[in-house]
């Protein structure tokens, strides 16, 4: 990837279960964003957190920032089989450009 | 809400033709576009950014001229993928920030992506 790692690289749970996926990356930046991608389809906007959060809410979403470790998490409370999607982080890499890199992406299969 | 069309939404071709790939913002003016490519189960790769009135900036391994980028207005750009190859089969998807948010990277708004297959 250009940016980093996602990691696991596919999870399947049940539906009601939690998922989190994690994120690292290797520069300093300006704020890390969450997207969603269906199959064969555009990304979807999910959260966007600033470098000098930590933790971050949206509905059913919960996203922490750890700027020492390079690292955030996205977590998905009580998932459901609508959620089943990629995931995918994406940093800045401290530019204000505009210009998005992202990590390798999270496949997250969610069991009726 | 802001919304970025892309077309077409898939392509089939043959080697050796050009194929012309649109992203338009509809409802707002974008200075900046950016196109990526994904192949199957991977990632995003930022290919270029495309700015209006100027040349494009490619990202470092992405070839300009088999990758043309033309910004002619604030609401559409458009990438050219020239004698197009089976290895270029991908994903193409772009990104448009608005006018309005010049300066930051927090209001960037995607295309829903173009399918091209070259035979």
């Known amino acids: 990837s250009q940016q980093g790692e996602e990691d696991p690289q596919a999870l399947s749970i049940q539906e009601g279960e939690n998922a989190t996926m994690n994120c690292s990356y290797k520069t300093s930046i300006n704020n890390l964003q969450w997207y969603r991608q269906n199959s064969g389809r555009g990304l979807v906007h999910l959260i966007l957190?600033?470098?000098?959060?930590r933790e971050k809410h949206s509905g059913r979403l919960r996203v922490t920032l750890d700027t020492s470790k390079k690292s955030s998490s996205l977590l998905i409370t009580a998932s459901r089989a609508a959620d089943t999607a990629s995931y995918f982080c994406a940093t800045d890499r401290g530019s204000t450009l505009g210009r998005l890199y992202f990590g390798r992406g999270t496949q997250l299969t969610v069991w009726p | 809400g802001a919304v970025v069309s892309q077309h077409p939404s898939w392509v089939i071709c043959k080697s050796g033709t050009s194929v012309k790939i649109e992203c338009r913002s509809l409802?707002?003016?974008?200075?900046?576009m950016f196109w990526y490519r994904q192949f199957p189960k991977q990632s995003l790769m930022l290919m270029a950014t495309?700015?209006?009135?100027?040349?494009?900036?490619?990202e470092q391994g992405v070839e300009k001229d088999k990758f043309l980028i033309n910004h002619a207005s604030l609401t559409l750009s458009t990438l050219t993928v020239t004698s197009a190859h089976p290895e270029d089969s991908s994903f193409y998807i772009c990104?448009?920030?608005?006018?309005?948010?010049?300066?930051?990277?927090?209001?960037?708004?995607f295309g829903s992506g173009t399918q091209l297959s070259v035979l």
């Open positions: 957190i600033r470098s000098n959060e």
């Open positions: 495309s700015n209006e009135g100027s040349k494009a900036t490619y």
């Open positions: 990104s448009a920030r608005p006018r309005w948010a010049l300066a930051t990277n927090e209001k960037l708004f």
């Open positions: 409802d707002f003016q974008a200075t900046t």
